[in-house]
């Protein structure tokens, strides 16, 4: 005597609430992957539904998940790096020369040094453009900087 097996069936509405999501979005899933209902009752197994909103045999679900470790990583070693204090951001740094220019030709101006000694100290006092912090420096692409933190 052979067993008979229960198929559990589900129209798109319970399907939409069994799986948390909304009834159009799972619609839109099952077509997408021309999954259609069985013909005698117009509803749907739960390995259909899965395979629609997971991507088949979870193919998506691996691809998310390799996705989010590779993020997570990332994240972790830019953490790594600015609690090593080996990063800052270009804005801060820029900031604080910026603050210390500004503060250091108020003092200038104010000194009692001649009129052209000021003028020459100032005049050399230019905002430093942000190209210049780098001049002599090798760069590295983002990515390459990343497979060397890695």
């Known amino acids: 005597m052979s067993k008979q097996v229960y198929q559990f069936r589900l129209t798109i509405k319970a399907a939409a609430w069994e799986f948390g999501m909304d009834a159009q979005t799972l619609t839109k899933k099952l077509k997408s992957q021309a999954i259609l209902p069985d013909e005698k009752d117009g509803k749907y197994s739960v390995k259909q539904c899965a395979d629609a909103i997971y991507g088949g045999s979870g193919e998506a679900l691996r691809k998310e998940q ?5 993020a997570s990583a990332k994240l972790k070693t ?21 603050d210390y220019i500004r503060d250091l030709r108020e ?7 001649s009129a052209q000694e000021r003028a020459e100290l100032l005049g050399e006092l230019q905002t430093i453009p942000i190209e210049n912090y780098y001049a002599g420096v090798d760069q590295k692409s983002e990515d390459e900087a990343d497979e060397d933190a890695s």
């Open 66 to 70: 390799i996705k989010d470790t590779a």
């Open 107 to 113: 003092k200038i101006s104010h000194s009692s040094l």
């Open 78 to 98: 830019t953490k790594d790096v600015i609690l090593k204090k080996e990063w800052i951001p270009i804005s801060l740094v820029e900031k604080v020369w910026a």
